[in-house]
């Protein structure tokens, strides 16, 4: 009987171990922490284009979705639709902000448009007039 209870302690322990070193490598966990913190991060599944991804940046959290489509050579995200959780959270962004935000997008997928919720691309266009 002391053999048993002596297992099942020992797989508890492994156990809390392996849901501790799962809880401080969750990118979803470090995306709340940059929120939080109002720190940069991307979380994305680059292999699954159905999931939409998350930018979080001075503050602000931005949502993408991602379209696939074709190009010269192979089916690739070409469209990028990207909006904030909360407008509010937008005020003391400049253009060189999100001039940085599509870039980082771009660098991740090359191929791709991307395009921003209606106020953010009209500030995007009075930057290119």
Known sequence: MIFVIRIFIIAFIIYLFYRGIRYVIDPMRKLDDAYEREQYYFYDDVKNVRKNFFITYK???????KY??????????VSIFVW????????GFTKD???????????NYPQAE???????EQLMKKTSE
């Open 59 to 65: 503050g602000a959290l931005f949502e993408g979705e």
């Open 68 to 77: 696939l489509g074709t190009t010269d050579n192979a089916f690739e995200v």
């Open 84 to 91: 904030v959780k909360d407008e509010t959270k937008l005020q």
């Open 97 to 107: 902000d999100f001039h940085f935000l599509s870039s980082e997008i771009q660098s």
């Open 114 to 120: 991307v395009s921003w919720k209606n106020r953010i």
